[in-house]
């Protein structure tokens, strides 16, 4: 029995099918005669100087007045298609009195524009069925401004509209003193709302190892001296001088016939002209300078110990060829032999809980090579010098063959998989590919010749000892090596200490390389007896299969072809939150740090990741309300022996002290940074406090993590693992017979499991108080949290009701962020959310929050409770619902496209038959909410004297 996902999708969502608002657009296209008229070089400007075969579903043109366009048709998902306007200009375009503006003209390109209202493009795209945010952005770099929309369902007519929206706000967006005033308190809201200590760790960084060049200090976020300056004519010259054709790319990938694309952007871009004249091609992106200082410190608190060393070398442009591209890889290779060395020595005990090498270009100013350290503890000078002296012995004599063949072979395997999934390759993410390849002057080519450069070089030998040898010492050369600390508490002298452990002889510390013997899946221990059937029957409604083998376990299984090289795996065992204590502390939270690290039988996780190398093969540990799980992302060709592997962990888990060393040591590193902003505090005490301090949900502090042995470990998860149901989800690119079979191998085979015994602990919501729970923090005195949250429901017994709270949100954001971010400009980021958990006995609820200045935290809950009453006691215009609607429907019609969708919905349906009624109800209930139903919705929760807040506000210093 075989089924296709993507053509079953139509028929569940048939009822969600209704008119998105703005699709009964009725004007014809305009024919391209006009169009016809403009000469388009249509020769493939990307691949100038390149020999790297074309991919040939890409078409190019460039107008006359110089601005280039790459179409290209795609399927993925179904009716979708996916614009990027590429500005080529970012912060480094800005002079010193224009900081901030590059990313000022985003906000207010979205604000207002030639052909749409001030506030209205946001609706328009809504009505199209695309949702703010996700599907209309932009994003702003040091290089490039990237404005993103992806339009589902699109017609003719809407893609029209929508390209010539986007040609207006490139060329005329209404800049003006009222429009900056207006926007401006929305900038320095997001200003605001950014991470403090890592924004000022990242902006030290920049300083240290950019000194000299403009990157150093051009933030895209800019700073309020230059952003409380600017008015209508000082931004509106950084637009005319940089927002030129000669510097614009609209790239569009999407389910609609190339021709009509490039006839599209042609109408409506072909008529824009730069004003003034044309600046330079880039200014001067500067070079590293070696005379500047070497090491810098910081301290905040915030922030775990933290060592990044940088070797710096000057950025150039190279021709995006073969032989680049291979001799790049070999670089790569030499990083990962090097990163794999370090994070051996992390699991066997060092100074630092995790290191690694990287390479890359940064924003065109320097091609640099990073070594992250983070420190066990406060010993970040003994990390130092310990990861220098792997590097130093890496530079000192050859890696191993065996070593490089490790990582050529998840190298391999990634591009590989790419060739396998190219079919269900997303058109966004083709679109961003392609923007991101100009960004750093590259191109982009298709998989199977990606692949095909990889095997190239291995068939002339170019990964070898020597070469590999070769490329480590090249990548740590460069004109200057700088390294920055930071540390929670002042230290006395740490620069100097810095710098003397930046140039510290290391001759020694790296000990005896150690070689990894070969792994297989023969070493694994050996598992029992395949199971047999017991039942095999088909899903009612829906294109799946259910499986009962003869030691209870389950099997769920969804076949489509159309997957193309994607297999999802997820194994659902044991209780999940259910069956944690409720009434004590324990060693839950270490799971998610530990329990897959330990090993397998007598295999270590080295052991592990040798049997793993090159095969998509992986364990993801999760913890669902009614069940743990492993889940991986696999392949036809692998999934058989994921099972293999998951049913081994299952029943032969290893229990290695290391890793829970490791994981005390991350978790303590992160325990400062929670209260030094808003949203850290938030991350440590929310989930605690909404669950009425239930301590399945609290964060463990130092002393819960002191306290946490290998033997409390094991005393807690291993009859965690031992007990309870099972069920086995394989979703995806399968035939089903095969899938059968590799479960009666494999979770068929281990013994029937311990029933689950003792009830299930309640879930609570916190009680209503007349004044909200106060938290403090340490970071900036402009950042505070406000939260407003109403309880709602759980469980399956009434589960279109989570589906019209869903809308309730979404209805109740929008207004939000219509009233606190457009009208009255104090925050950036509001939001509202609803959860309602599948399997738990209680804990649902309905929050709003935003971060604003702590002034604003009044009318932040003047405002949220103003909407929350109105939407009790008026129906929504069928406008404000269908704005919402549509784009959750077209979200919901776009994921089901994919086997992960349907897993996401079905799974736990072989224990609980609801879940998989639901799934066939989606399209009815969420086409049920009509104006009415959202107001008794609202009118049943939205109750004032059940509502639970809470405020975090900065420290009095």
Do not use: C
């Amino acid at each position: 029995m075989s089924f296709r996902s993507r053509a079953f999708a139509p028929f569940i969502f048939l009822a969600l099918a209704s008119p998105i608002a703005g699709q009964s657009l009725r004007q014809a296209v305009p024919t391209a005669t006009a169009a016809a008229r403009v000469p388009v070089d249509t020769s493939a400007w990307l691949y100038k100087g390149s020999d790297l075969p074309h991919d040939p579903a890409w078409q190019f043109g460039t107008l006359p007045n110089g601005l280039r366009y790459a179409v290209r048709k795609n399927g993925v998902p179904p009716g979708q298609v996916s614009i990027r306007v590429r500005i080529d200009a970012g912060s480094l375009e800005e002079t010193e009195s224009q900081r901030g503006f590059a990313h000022f003209i985003e906000h207010l390109s979205f604000r207002g524009s030639e052909y749409v209202p001030d506030g209205e493009a946001k609706r328009v795209w809504q009505r199209f069925g695309a949702a703010f945010g996700s599907d209309t952005n932009a994003q702003t770099s040091p290089t490039q401004t990237v404005y993103k929309l992806d339009l589902p369902s699109a017609t003719q007519a809407t893609l029209d509209e929508s390209i010539k929206i986007l040609s207006g706000m490139m060329e005329q967006p209404v800049i003006s003193d009222a429009s900056v005033a207006a926007e401006r308190p929305v900038v320095l809201a997001e200003q605001r709302e950014q991470p403090g200590p890592q924004v000022r760790f990242g902006n030290a960084l920049n300083q240290l190892f950019f000194a000299g060049q403009p990157l150093a200090d051009r933030s895209p976020i800019g700073n309020i001296t230059t952003l409380e300056a600017a008015t209508g004519d000082s931004v509106r010259a950084f637009h005319d001088r940089w927002y030129r054709p000669s510097r614009a790319v609209v790239i569009i990938s999407g389910d609609m016939d190339p021709a009509l694309l490039s006839s599209l952007i042609v109408k409506h871009f072909a008529g824009w002209q730069g004003k003034g004249a044309e600046p330079p091609v880039d200014p001067d992106f500067g070079t590293p300078d070696a005379t500047k200082p070497v090491a810098a410190s910081i301290v905040e608190p915030g922030l775990p110990p933290l060592v990044l060393m940088g070797v710096l070398r000057p950025w150039h442009f190279n021709n995006d060829t073969a032989i680049f591209n291979q001799t790049r890889m070999i670089d790569v290779i030499a990083t990962k032999v090097i990163s794999r060395r370090l994070e051996r020595r992390a699991r066997a005990g060092a100074s630092y809980v995790q290191a690694g090498v990287d390479i890359d270009d940064r924003s065109r100013s320097a091609n640099i090579t990073s070594v992250t350290i983070l420190p066990v503890g406060d010993q970040w000078e003994q990390a130092l010098k310990d990861v220098r002296a792997v590097i130093a012995d890496a530079k000192a004599a050859p890696p191993t063959q065996v070593e490089i063949d490790r990582e050529y072979a998840d190298y391999d395997a990634a591009l590989k998989a790419a060739v396998q999934t190219a079919t269900i390759e997303a058109s966004a993410k083709q679109a961003d590919d392609m923007a991101g390849a100009l960004d750093i002057r590259e191109t982009v080519t298709a998989p199977q010749f990606q692949y095909d450069i990889l095997t190239q070089a291995k068939n002339k030998h170019m990964f070898t000892p020597a070469t590999v040898f070769a490329a480590t010492k090249k990548i740590f050369d460069g004109v200057a090596t700088r390294a920055i600390v930071n540390t929670r508490t002042l230290e006395p002298r740490t620069t100097e200490r810095l710098t003397a452990a930046l140039n510290a002889d290391v001759t020694g510390l790296a000990g005896k390389r150690n070689a990894q013997g070969a792994v297989d899946m023969s070493k694994l221990p050996a598992l029992g007896t395949p199971g047999t059937v017991v039942s095999r029957a088909p899903v009612d409604g829906l294109p799946a299969e259910q499986v009962v083998f003869s030691n209870g376990v389950r099997l769920l299984l969804f076949s489509s072809p159309e997957e193309a090289g994607r297999v999802f795996v997820k194994v659902r065992f044991g209780g999940g939150y259910n069956a944690l204590p409720a009434d004590r502390r324990s060693a839950a939270w270490a799971g998610d740090l530990a329990l897959m690290e330990g090993g397998i039988g007598n295999l270590g996780q080295n052991d592990i990741d040798q049997l793993t190398a090159g095969r998509r093969l992986a364990l993801d540990f999760g913890m669902d309300d009614d069940a743990f799980s492993m889940a991986a992302l696999s392949s036809p060709q692998d999934y058989a022996d994921e099972l293999t592997l998951m049913a081994a962990k299952l029943a032969h888990p290893r229990w290695d002290a290391a890793p829970i060393a490791r994981a005390k040591a991350a978790a303590s590193a992160a325990i400062a940074g929670y209260d030094a902003s808003a949203d850290g505090v938030l991350s440590r005490d929310l989930e605690g406090l909404l669950h009425a301090g239930d301590p399945r949900w609290t964060t463990p502090d130092q002393e819960a993590i002191d306290a946490l042995t290998p033997a409390s470990f094991r005393a807690l998860w291993e009859p965690l693992l031992a007990s309870g149901p099972i069920e086995v989800d394989v979703f995806g690119d399968v035939k089903p017979d095969a899938v059968i079979a590799a479960v009666a191998k494999s979770f068929g085979a281990i013994p029937p499991r311990i029933a689950a015994t003792g009830p299930v602990p309640p879930v609570r919501f916190p009680a209503h108080a007349a004044t909200p729970v106060t938290r403090y923090h340490s970071g900036a005195a402009n950042q505070a949290e406000a939260l407003i949250a109403w309880p709602t429901g759980a469980g399956m017994a009434d589960y279109a009701e989570s589906r019209r709270l869903d809308i309730l949100a979404l209805v109740f954001s929008d207004r939000l962020f219509e009233k606190m971010r457009q009208a009255a400009g104090a925050s950036y980021s509001p939001g509202v959310s609803s959860q309602w958990p599948k399997g738990l006995p209680g804990g649902g609820r309905l929050v709003a929050m935003s971060q604003v200045a702590p002034a604003n935290v009044p009318l932040f809950f003047r405002m949220a409770r103003d909407i929350a009453a109105d939407l009790a006691k008026n129906p929504v215009t069928e406008d404000e619902l269908n704005r919402v609607k549509g784009p959750l429907i077209q979200q919901i019609q776009r994921a089901a496209s994919s086997s992960a969708f349907w897993l996401q919905q079905m799974s736990g349906g072989t224990y609980d038959p609801s879940r998989i009624a639901v799934t066939r109800a989606i399209g009815t209930d969420y086409n049920g909410v009509t104006p009415a139903v959202l107001q008794q919705t609202a009118a049943t929760y939205l109750v004032p004297g059940k509502d639970w807040t809470m405020v975090v506000l900065p420290k009095a210093k």
